[in-house]
């Protein structure tokens, strides 16, 4: 009895010792892999070597070099060996004459445990004496809130072959040791982080930039709109003047007629038609109280979209304008020193003005001596004044106005005083 309890207890003893519980695991690896250096160093003429070295923080997984690593000029005959965490680069062909080569590592390349690469990494490195090129600008955004995100700066050859990618979290950029060649830059912001641009819901810009050895370029990114421009509406202000309310900007447009809204369609002299952004300011023949009918064809926005037609009816009045034109905006400032000897002075209106119906005076004001004057712009809201000779330096003038408006309404203007410096 004594045996079997020993017995007994022995057995015990062997099945405890034999249970293993399952491992619980090490800690996690989400540290992204780093590149630590590069033999030779960036820049090095590499004409005559055979590979580089490339030397990462951690194992990496070898496929993912397949999209991760882009070289420009394209080496076909290459090899890439592993030696741990080192990788080297080794070619068998002869890599062109006067050319800078462009070493790119993307974040498409992984660790071990499937951590992306920090960040995307660019080397050059020249084959030969080369003529670089540089290109520097800056960016800006049609919505406000997008300045603050990262842009992903795509750069090309001119037949769309990819040299490199860069993300800029800056307002500016200046891209270096580019190749003396016409190039492609594409700008857009990769809202949805696929690494790539989508038309429907990201801001992009596209340019090209010819052969030069220093090109400034701004980058102007917007949303694609395939909206066509309209016409809200039609303010009919008096007997005579109108203003075409459009839903945007503007840049262009082709014909404009209005006419009665009956079956005779009798049509209204348009005798000016003044264009300013967002509105069509008008001036016809005297209406009358009837229904009319606006039409105007070939309405381009300031993004390419072309209405092709559009009408708008609206109530003609018969009520004559008794106003004279207002002064909205001048330049320069009363009593404010400019910086050119041929200014050009602007008045904007809130009424359409013709040149006949300006009168000018610009003079010197120590001596009284009236200078000739170049108007511009008219018929429109916004005209142009400058004198026909340049201004003598350091020297005080005064303008002054008095305009009509079609209907006979006159407004004389205070004269504004300004003095020319130029240093």
Not at 30 to 43: A, M
Not at 62 to 89: M, Q
Not at 180 to 206: C, F, M, T, V, W
Not at 254 to 263: N, R
């Amino acid at each position: 009895m004594k045996r079997f309890f020993i017995f007994l207890i022995l057995v015990i003893f062997l099945v405890a010792c034999g249970h293993r519980e399952s491992p619980t695991g090490g800690k996690k690896d989400t540290e992204s892999p780093k590149i630590i250096s590069i033999s030779p160093v960036e820049f090095s003429d590499i004409s005559k070597l055979e590979k580089i070295e490339v030397v990462f923080s951690k194992p990496i997984k070898r496929n993912s070099l397949k999209t991760g690593l882009h070289i420009y000029p394209p080496i076909l005959e290459k090899e890439l060996n592993w030696d741990g965490a080192i990788l080297n680069i080794e070619w068998q062909e002869n890599l062109q004459d006067s050319a800078n080569y462009f070493f790119t590592f993307n974040t498409d390349i992984k660790g071990e445990h499937d951590n992306l690469l920090d960040k995307n990494y660019t080397f050059v490195f020249r084959s030969g004496k080369t003529l670089e090129s540089t290109i520097a600008g800056n960016f800006s955004f049609e919505k406000v809130e997008d300045k603050e995100k990262e842009v992903t700066l795509a750069v090309s050859t001119a037949d769309s072959v990819n040299i490199f990618t860069k993300k800029i979290t800056d307002s500016t950029f200046r891209l270096e040791h580019l190749n003396r060649i016409p190039h492609i830059l594409q700008a857009y912001i990769d809202k949805n982080r696929n690494g790539s641009y989508n038309p429907n819901s990201e801001p992009y810009d596209y340019r090209f930039v010819p052969q030069q050895k220093l090109a400034s370029v701004n980058l102007e990114l917007t949303y694609q709109d395939t909206t066509k421009p309209k016409v809200n509406r039609m303010l009919v202000l008096a007997a005579d003047k109108m203003q075409m309310q459009l839903s945007e900007p503007v840049k262009k447009y082709d014909e404009l007629q209005i006419y009665t809204a009956d079956s005779l369609k009798t049509s209204l002299q348009i005798i000016a038609a003044s264009l300013e952004d967002d509105a069509i300011f008008v001036l016809s023949s005297q209406m009358d109280t009837l229904k009319y009918t606006a039409e105007i064809s070939e309405l381009v926005d300031l993004k390419g979209n072309v209405k092709q037609r559009q009408t708008i009816e609206f109530e003609g009045i018969a009520k004559p304008d008794t106003l004279a034109p207002k002064v909205l905006s001048f330049w320069p400032a009363d009593g404010t020193s400019i910086k050119q000897l041929i200014p050009d002075i602007v008045y904007k209106f809130d009424e359409v003005i013709f040149e006949k119906d300006i009168k000018a005076e610009l003079l010197q004001i120590e001596t009284g001596q009236q200078l000739e004057v170049k108007i511009s712009g008219c018929p429109a809201r916004e005209i142009h004044f400058q004198p026909k000779d340049p201004l003598q330096n350091y020297t005080s003038y005064s303008i002054k106005l008095q305009v009509a408006d079609k209907d006979g309404n006159v407004r004389k203007i205070e004269p504004i005083t300004f003095i020319s410096i130029v240093r």
